[in-house]
Each structure stands twice: as C-alpha cells, then as structure tokens.
C-alpha cells in the first residue's frame, strides 16, 4: 500500500517557540493531504485540508494563524504549530489522498507526539 | 449532515474468538466507507474499504465487512481473533464530493485476552 511518513515522531519543546511538522507521501503523489489531531482515548478531529498550491482549508474552530500548513509540493505537507502552549500538546497525524483510478483512499502517518512543556 | 456511530466503546474478546464490530452511518448521499487500525502510539492503517461493487469486502489480517445500505451499516468481522488484534478500530465514511474529507466514528477498542 502507499506510504506516508511524519517528521519528527514527537517533540518535546518550551512554551512560546514554534514546532513543524512534515508529511510526506513515499510512492505517490497527493494532491490532498489533511491533518488531524488526536486527544487521548479520542477519535481524530479533522483540523484542515491541504491542497497542493493552494491555501489550506480549516474545519471550524481551528485557528489558521496558530496552526500554519503549506503545501509545496505534490508529496511534502507541512504543519507549524505557532507560539505552542501546553494545551496544544497531542497527537497530530496527517494523511495523504490518492485518488486515481476510482480509489479514492487516504493514507495515514505514524504520527507525531507533541509535548509543549 | 453525515455522522458515524461505533456502538461499542471496548470489546473484550477470548483469543480465537469471533468478533463483530459494529459501525453505523448517516449520509443523504452516496458514501465511501473504511475500517481503520490504530495500533498504540502508532497512525492508522487501512483493514479494508468499501468504494462500489460487491458488499463483502475482505482486507487484511483475515478482517472482512459488509455493506448494508438498507441498515447504513458497515460491521466489521473476524471469525477467530488473535493477541495481535488488540488495537483501536475506527470506521469512517467519506461522502462523495466532500473533497476527500473522512469523517470517523468515536473508535472501539479491541482487547483479546489469552
């Protein structure tokens, strides 16, 4: 099956700094790609939409300015979580969609485990 | 709007068991529907998914689901679990011409004791 990958796998970091995050997609190109958050013992929240060369489109209640995602290429999302505080501390998994062919599926990360101390 | 119901939070299970997760949907249109794995600390991978065509879809590690559009239902199976199985599953539905978007169930954990 495709493969996505995440970087970094968690991150520990002090309140007020700024935390990126990557998504790629291995073996194939994705013209969506999304990004959820998980609490724990939760399902995932969709946070937003990334579409390649475009802005991102977010779900209601996510703050754009806090929660930064650019779509450079077909294969590389990335998120930055601006002025983290501990509240922002979570799991945050991305997905990448294929859609050609009529199989239309997303392919998740691993993930990324973010502590804001 | 569209919403998904995984009617059981934990399922605790013998080990050789069978097993039924159930899942249910609301949709006014058409769907896509998928049963994801979640292992701890880990993303999620895709058991198998229902796009068009036969209703028994088969994936992987011997899971299998039935598309039951009368029912709006899309119970995942296993007719003998393992150890391995232990896990978090999400089913999850995608609405056509929602731009991909999946919109997921609330999860059921899976605990199969020896």
């Known amino acids: 099956g495709a493969v996505v990958s995440q970087h970094p796998s968690r991150v520990i970091c002090k309140s007020g700094t700024s935390v990126k995050i990557e998504c790629r997609s291995l073996?194939?190109?994705?013209?969506?790609m999304f990004w959820y958050r998980q609490f724990p013992k939760k399902s995932l929240m969709l946070m937003a939409t990334?579409?390649?060369?475009?802005?991102?489109?977010?779900e209601q209640g996510v703050e754009k300015d806090k929660f930064l995602i650019n779509h450079a290429s077909l294969t590389l999302s990335t998120l930055t979580v601006t002025s983290a505080h501990p509240e922002d501390s979570s799991f945050y998994i991305c997905?990448?969609?294929?859609?050609?062919?009529?199989?239309?599926?997303?392919?998740f990360g691993p993930g990324t485990r973010l502590t804001v101390l | 709007a569209q919403s998904v119901t995984q009617l059981d939070s934990q399922v605790p299970v013998f080990e050789e068991a069978p097993v039924e997760l159930r899942c249910n949907y609301s949709?006014?249109?058409?769907?896509?529907l998928f049963w994801y794995v979640q292992y701890p600390n880990q993303g999620l991978q895709l058991l198998l998914k229902y796009l068009s065509g036969s209703t028994l879809v088969k994936g992987i590690n011997g899971f299998e689901a039935e598309f039951n559009k009368s029912q709006t239902s899309f119970h995942l199976r296993k007719p003998s679990v393992h150890i391995s199985d232990t896990a978090e599953y999400f089913c999850?539905?995608?609405?056509?011409?929602?731009?991909?978007?999946?919109?997921f169930g609330q999860g059921t954990e899976l605990s199969v004791k020896p």
């Open positions: 997905s990448a969609r294929t859609s050609g062919g009529g199989k239309d599926t997303q392919y």
């Open positions: 949709s006014s249109v058409s769907v896509y």
């Open positions: 999850a539905v995608m609405e056509s011409g929602q731009g991909g978007k999946l919109i």
């Open positions: 073996d194939f190109q994705a013209t969506t």
């Open positions: 990334s579409n390649e060369g475009s802005k991102a489109t977010y």
